[in-house]
Nanobody
Framework: QVQLVESGGGLVQAGESLRLSCAASGRTVSQYGMGWFRQAPGKERELIAA????????DYADSVKGRFTFSRDNAKNTVYLQMNSLKPEDTAVYFCAALFWPASWEAPPSLPGKYRYWGQGTQVTVSS
C-alpha cells in the first residue's frame, strides 16, 4: 500500500511560481511510475506528466510545456512539480498518483485509470 500526500498549493498571481511536493509513504516507490494530474471544475482529469523511477518521462501536456518541470527524489520518496509562469487557466486541483511500473525504460501510462494510488489533491488558484 502506498500513501501519497501533496502539498504546496495555494493562491498566486499570474506569472508567479509554485512548487508542489508529493510525499509517498507505506513502501518505497523506487519502482513506481509517478504522475502529476490536474482537474479543473467541469473538466476531466488530465495528465501533466509522468515519469519512471529512473526519470524517463512522458511528454508534458502541451498547455504546460516549457513552464512545468516534474522531478523526483527516490531517496526521499518524494516527487515535485515546479510550476513557473502560472496562468489563470492553470487553476485546478493537482493530484499525484502512482502505479507499480518496474519498466524503467518505458514512460508510464497517461490514463488516470491506470494509476492505483492517489493523493488527496492540492488546490492551485491563479488570479489574473
Amino acid at each position: 500500500q502506498v500513501q501519497l500526500v501533496e502539498s504546496g498549493g495555494g493562491l498566486v498571481q499570474a506569472g508567479e511560481s509554485l512548487r508542489l511536493s508529493c510525499a509517498a509513504s507505506g513502501r518505497t516507490v523506487s519502482q513506481y511510475g509517478m504522475g502529476w494530474f490536474r482537474q479543473a471544475p467541469g473538466k476531466e482529469r488530465e495528465l501533466i506528466a509522468a515519469l519512471t523511477w529512473t526519470g524517463v518521462t512522458t511528454d508534458y501536456a502541451d498547455s504546460v510545456k516549457g513552464r512545468f518541470t516534474f522531478s523526483r527524489d527516490n531517496a526521499k520518496n518524494t516527487v515535485y512539480l515546479q510550476m513557473n509562469s502560472l496562468k489563470p487557466e492553470d487553476t485546478a486541483v493537482y493530484f499525484c498518483a502512482a502505479l507499480f511500473w518496474p519498466a524503467s525504460w518505458e514512460a508510464p501510462p497517461s490514463l488516470p485509470g491506470k494509476y492505483r494510488y492517489w493523493g488527496q489533491g492540492t488546490q492551485v488558484t491563479v488570479s489574473s
